[in-house]
């Protein structure tokens, strides 16, 4: 589709700020729709985040860590938001180490997709890394987490029992499984 | 883990409220840390959503829509947000029907995951549909959408051209390839 002359396209008309935090904000975007109404759409701005599939030895690295918008804590593979001005892959690589302590030899991005896209703007960039070697975890100072590494087979009952319960986690389990299936994490 | 005696778990000390709103809401959670210190963490409140992989002559129904956070047009399966009260899986047909003109004989669920479990409570619940018979589509009023059904060779070339560019799509992308491949959506 040409963008420069999108059918489906809402028009800026103005911006309200709300809120301005230190991981997201939110502002209220007034459009005009395609067929000339006004419409209000809620936005929350968020920086972009990387999350990394690491595989030792025929696992996968996953971390604990509360999450408190749900209340409970999640087994989620290593993932962070990006730095004001960070390089995406030096992000993957950073939250990698500082979360399970290990670096890689080998990284490459599987692919990007936007969490919500209904109401917010985040950006996941997910990669996987390979030949890991073990070092020490630096989680930031309000992060508390548990590192282990699981199967696949673990991993889909992980994913049964809802213990790992998040897009991004489930997105890299299926890469891994279409990887063993057709060699490759993204046909 | 046993929830009642978590060690990540983080204590709610108070919350405030900034913004309450048609789609989302946001509040700020002061919180007590595993470590005894306190931290604020930045809270979007979302009533959940359907999405659903309608699947018709070896296709996969897929509507394009804007989505002003990203600025664009977005190539994604039929999807939208929990009606207060309402029931999951009747939303996924109701959300079919409205966005597709589709109903379907047969649905179930492939799994539900958080779509942004760090700053957002929206669980996304992932159905898919078969013995689909066309109708009208009756979109909300600020929706306007194109429908169309593309094979799994196209929805991999979208995803690599970003057309397709969501968690939930290509998730849904990722479990029809699964399928094909082992005969379950989720293994």
Redesign the interface.
């Known amino acids: 589709?040409n963008?420069k002359n999108?059918?489906?396209?809402?028009t800026?008309l103005s911006t309200k700020p709300?809120?301005q935090?230190?991981?997201?904000s939110?502002q209220?975007?007034e459009?005009r729709?395609?067929?000339g109404?006004p419409?209000?759409?809620?936005?929350?701005?968020?920086p972009g985040?990387v999350a990394v599939l690491a595989l030792l030895d025929d696992k996968m690295l996953v971390v604990?860590?509360?999450?408190?918008?749900?209340e409970?804590?999640?087994m989620?593979i290593p993932a962070g938001?990006l730095e004001p001005g960070e390089d995406i892959l030096e992000a993957a690589k950073r939250e990698l180490e500082e979360e399970t302590g290990y670096t890689c030899g080998s990284i490459r991005k599987i692919?990007?997709?936007?969490?919500?896209?209904?109401?917010?703007?985040?950006m996941?960039h997910l990669y996987v890394a390979e030949q890991l070697e073990p070092g020490q975890i630096n989680p930031d100072e309000?992060e508390?987490?548990?590192c282990t590494a699981i199967t696949l087979e673990e991993a889909?009952a992980y994913?049964?029992e809802?213990r790992i319960?998040?897009?991004?986690t489930?997105?890299a389990i299926?890469?891994w499984?279409?990887y063993k299936?057709?060699g490759t994490f993204?046909?």
Chains 1, 2 share one sequence.
Not at 6 to 10: I, R, S
Not at 21 to 24: A, C, E, H, M, S
Not at 39 to 46: F, Y
Not at 64 to 70: G, V
């Open positions: 589709m963008e999108n059918p489906l396209e809402e800026t709300i809120y935090g230190r991981v997201i939110l209220l975007d459009v729709l395609p067929n109404q419409a209000i759409r809620e936005v929350v701005k968020h985040a604990e860590q509360y999450r408190k918008p749900l409970r804590t999640l989620e938001k692919s990007s997709f936007a969490t919500a896209p209904g109401f917010c703007d985040e996941m309000d508390f987490i548990v889909w994913v049964r809802q319960h998040d897009a991004k489930l997105a299926y890469a499984q279409t299936l057709t993204l046909p």
